[in-house]
């Protein structure tokens, strides 16, 4: 766990955050800016989805195994953010899976809670905010990480400086656990690349449409409002 001024100043640039106008449902007030941060992304990807589907470049097996090993080494995190927002019984369940498919997943390379039925039950800290009564803030698109919000990027953040893993870790442990979490998004990233290609492809304003796949489905898992778009950016994006 980090330093702690170092998340107060981390919340402290949360409260600059500026406030929608009333009755104005995407506040985007840095479109020049994010446009321009939008095409650099879409230029890393142009090669997904552009006309024929390839399907996935990572083998199966192999891509199942990174994400299983990234998404355990990520569950102390969410389990503290579980807490941080007075769900205790997600927090348990978590760490049950945590424990679980630590001791007998080989360390998260496989998953045995979810063949009990054991699920995740996620959280991160922009969710965390959202509990506590913070504003969305302007909707932001960040270098290769992508859509996202002023909350959000607080929120990604955070999860960073307090993410309980490093305590318990040595150095040469937490490099596998960091190398782990950044293999398992490229093969994230692998698993819905034609889909996120169509997305930034086909749509007459790319832009507007991955703001708005983002927002909606970023909204529904905070509950504030009905997800109406399934999102292909979920694994790539909704997981800060």
Same mark, same amino acid.
């Given at each position: 766990?980090?330093?702690?001024?170092?998340?107060?100043?981390?919340?402290?640039?949360?409260?600059?955050?500026?406030?929608?106008?009333?009755?104005?449902?995407?506040?985007?007030?840095?479109?020049?800016?994010?446009?321009? /941060?939008?095409?650099?992304?879409?230029?890393?990807?142009?090669?997904?989805?552009?006309?024929?589907?390839?399907?996935?470049?990572?083998?199966?097996?192999?891509?199942?195994?990174?994400?299983?090993?990234?998404?355990?080494?990520?569950?102390?995190?969410?389990?503290?953010?579980?807490?941080?927002?007075?769900?205790?019984?997600?927090? @348990?369940?978590?760490?049950?899976?945590?424990?679980?498919?630590? /001791?007998? @997943?080989?360390?998260?390379?496989?998953?045995?809670?979810?063949?009990?039925?054991?699920?995740?039950?996620?959280?991160?800290? *922009?969710?965390? =905010?959202?509990?506590?009564?913070?504003?969305? *803030?302007?909707? =932001?698109?960040?270098?290769?990480?992508?859509?996202?919000?002023?909350?959000?990027?607080?929120?990604?953040?955070?999860?960073? =400086?307090?993410?309980?893993? @490093?305590?318990?870790?040595?150095?040469?442990?937490?490099? /596998?656990?960091?190398?782990?979490?950044?293999?398992?998004?490229?093969?994230?990233?692998?698993?819905?690349?034609?889909?996120?290609?169509? /997305?930034?492809?086909?749509?007459?304003?790319?832009?507007?449409?991955?703001?708005?796949?983002?927002?909606?489905?970023?909204?529904?898992?905070?509950?504030?409002?009905?997800?109406?778009?399934?999102?292909?950016?979920?694994?790539?994006? @909704?997981?800060?």
């Amino acid at each position: 766990m980090k330093s702690p001024f170092a998340i107060c100043l981390t919340l402290s640039l949360l409260g600059a955050c500026s406030v929608a106008p009333e009755g104005v449902s995407v506040h985007d007030p840095y479109e020049a800016r994010n446009r321009s /941060v939008h095409a650099f992304n879409k230029n890393l990807t142009g090669g997904l989805g552009s006309g024929e589907s390839s399907g996935p470049r990572i083998p199966a097996p192999i891509s199942e195994r990174v994400i299983d090993f990234a998404d355990n080494v990520a569950l102390p995190g969410v389990i503290l953010n579980n807490t941080l927002q007075g769900d205790l019984s997600a927090a @348990g369940s978590n760490s049950l899976r945590f424990l679980i498919n630590s /001791v007998f @997943g080989l360390f998260g390379v496989f998953d045995p809670s979810d063949i009990i039925g054991l699920e995740e039950i996620d959280a991160d800290f *922009g969710q965390t =905010l959202s509990v506590w009564g913070a504003p969305e *803030g302007a909707y =932001l698109e960040l270098p290769l990480i992508g859509p996202s919000t002023e909350r959000d990027t607080a929120g990604m953040i955070v999860d960073v =400086l307090i993410d309980p893993l @490093g305590t318990f870790l040595n150095e040469d442990q937490l490099l /596998v656990a960091s190398v782990g979490s950044l293999a398992g998004r490229v093969a994230k990233i692998d698993q819905v690349g034609d889909t996120i290609g169509d /997305v930034l492809n086909e749509s007459a304003d790319s832009y507007t449409q991955a703001q708005l796949i983002y927002l909606q489905n970023r909204r529904f898992e905070i509950g504030a409002e009905a997800a109406e778009v399934a999102d292909p950016y979920a694994d790539l994006y @909704g997981d800060p």
